[in-house]
C-alpha cells in the first residue's frame, strides 16, 4: 500500500434541498455515511450539517476516485435508510451535485471544527460560503500568498522533517 495524506472537506445536498434530516434521521444516515466511508478505506474526521444539506471531512485512498467515493456514500446511505424506514418517515434522497475541496494536515483541525459547528454557523448566519457550494460555477481558487512559496523557506523545511517523526 502507497503512503498518503489526502484530506477533503465533501459537502452535498438532500434533493431538492429538502429538510430530510431531522434530529431522528440524521444518526441514521451518519452512521450510514461513515459505515460506508470506512468500507472504502476512507478515514472520517468528521461529519454533520443541518436538515438540507451535511459535511464531511475524510481522506480517501488514492486507489478511488473522489467521485466514485462521494457517489457510493451518498447511494448506500440512501438506500440501506430508506430499507429500513419507517412508514411515517418519507423517502430519502440525496442531490446528483457535490462540492468537494482539499487541504493539508495543518488545516485538519480548523476544518473539523468548522464542520462540527455546523448547526452553530448557520443558526447564527456565520458560515463561509465557499465551503457550502455543492453547485457548478465560476471556480475560485483558495490559496496563499505566494511569498509564503519561497525555494530557500527553513521553517517550510522544518515542518516537513517534524511530520516525518510523527
Known sequence: MAYWQLFYHIVW????????L???VEPV????LRTKAIGLGGVVFAIN????????????PPSLA??????QIKGVS???FNQGRTADQPRFAWQEEYGVFSFDRKRLPNVVAYVERQKQHHTENRTIP???????????IVR???????????GWWHEMLALGQQ
Open 13 to 20: 445536498s438532500t434533493k431538492n434541498r429538502q429538510p430530510l
Open 66 to 71: 473522489v467521485a466514485t467515493f462521494v457517489g
Open 22 to 24: 431531522t434530529s431522528d
Open 130 to 140: 465557499i465551503l457550502e457550494r455543492t453547485e457548478e460555477g465560476k471556480v475560485q
Open 144 to 154: 496563499e500568498d505566494t511569498a509564503l512559496y519561497t525555494v530557500q523557506d527553513d
Open 78 to 80: 440512501s438506500a440501506r
Open 29 to 32: 444516515i451518519y452512521n450510514l
Open 49 to 60: 450539517g443541518i436538515e438540507e444539506h451535511v459535511h464531511f471531512v475524510g481522506s480517501v
